[in-house]
């Protein structure tokens, strides 16, 4: 993909842009240890950005060498491109350098889908609802807000009536999965992604769909009219932490159902969580009022200091 590759040029006088490399990994460290209160998962996922073929874990220098800031683009699929991670030395702070780092990621994303000769495509990026700086930086570069995310939480509740509601979806299940989804009004909203740990948005094209299906992540809801052969929801999840220092949960990353029936999706969710023996349920959700009120009829709630709200920002490659 990158053998006519033309790296764009730094928009910042004093940083030069460059491959992160193991050499890097205490200076990241160090960012990281005073990111999120030490919580921060840049060193959880070094290795795997740093082999990843198709996207760029990059640096930005300063002119003596040191690692100013680092940020990651990743390819999803073709001509889908994902903005993350960036990074900035808290003593370098207020000098414009997350800035650079952010256009080098757009202009970097134009370059790598110039040189893959795909369609058209999109560069996305998460950030959170109260980051003003981030959201004047987006519309500078011509990102529009396409949706917004809340955090809930529930603890599982067992009912083994609600649970046998869903079942795997198996791959002869697909087609009709992908004609449900065509018709959701959601699916379009929630601009047909999947919202994942670390607060990433993925499109659930047909290939997503086939590989999420064999790792047993998707599971059809039958609790409207208990009827197997039609479809009345869709959940899409997995176990595991999304966070550092958390125990694992039943993470949501797609809900669906036919209209009038989320909040009865979202109980027997937390009747599917106790079989899967953990103490909790998380999502993040799209955030419209039917959707907020179906969830919290459902027993799901928000968190008490009112954090977890996330922005998705989406721009056009030429």
């Known amino acids: 993909m990158q053998a006519t590759l033309q790296l764009p040029a730094s928009t910042h006088p004093e940083l030069t842009f460059r491959r992160v490399t193991q050499a890097d990994r205490a200076a990241l460290?160090?960012?990281a240890a005073q990111t999120w209160d030490g919580n921060d998962y840049l060193m959880d996922v070094f290795e795997a950005w740093i082999a990843d073929p198709e996207g760029m874990f990059y640096?930005?220098?300063?002119?003596?060498?040191?690692?100013?800031?680092?940020?990651?683009?990743?390819r999803f699929d073709a001509g889908e491109w994902w903005l993350e991670g960036i990074r900035v030395d808290p003593m370098l702070r207020g000098q414009g350098i997350g800035r650079a780092i952010h256009a080098y990621g757009v202009a970097l994303a134009e370059a790598l889908h110039a040189?893959?000769?795909?369609?058209s495509a999109e560069v996305r990026f998460c950030t959170d609802i109260g980051n003003a700086p981030v959201h004047r930086m987006a519309e500078t570069f011509q990102f529009r807000q396409v949706a917004q995310f809340w955090r809930y939480s529930a603890r599982v509740?067992?009912?083994?009536?609600?649970?046998?509601?869903f079942r795997p979806c198996s791959p002869d299940q697909l087609p009709a999965l992908r004609a449900f989804l065509d018709r959701s009004p959601h699916y379009a909203a929630v601009q047909a992604s999947t919202f994942e740990a670390?607060?990433?948005?993925?499109?659930?094209?047909?290939a997503r769909l086939r590989s999420l299906s064999q790792q047993g992540m998707i599971w059809l809801?039958?609790?409207?009219?208990?009827?197997?052969?039609?479809i009345d929801g869709v959940l899409i999840g997995y176990v595991g932490s999304p966070y550092r220092q958390m125990p694992p949960e039943f993470n949501l990353t797609y809900l669906d159902?036919?209209?009038g029936g989320l909040a009865s999706i979202a109980r027997a969710a937390r009747a599917l969580g106790a079989l899967l023996d953990v103490p909790s349920l998380r999502h993040m959700l799209l955030a419209r009022g039917e959707r907020l009120?179906?969830?919290e009829q459902a027993g799901w709630r928000r968190p008490k200091d009112d954090s977890g709200k996330a922005c998705l920002f989406s721009r056009p490659l030429n």
């Open 221 to 230: 809801w039958h609790g409207i009219q208990h009827d197997s052969a039609h």
């Open 29 to 31: 460290a160090a960012i």
């Open 115 to 119: 040189a893959s000769g795909e369609g």
């Open 59 to 74: 640096a930005g220098c300063l002119p003596d060498g040191r690692l100013a800031g680092a940020a990651k683009l990743t």
């Open 198 to 206: 670390r607060w990433q948005c993925r499109r659930l094209t047909d």
């Open 257 to 259: 159902a036919r209209t």
């Open 157 to 165: 509740q067992p009912s083994a009536a609600l649970a046998e509601t």
């Open 293 to 295: 009120v179906a969830l």
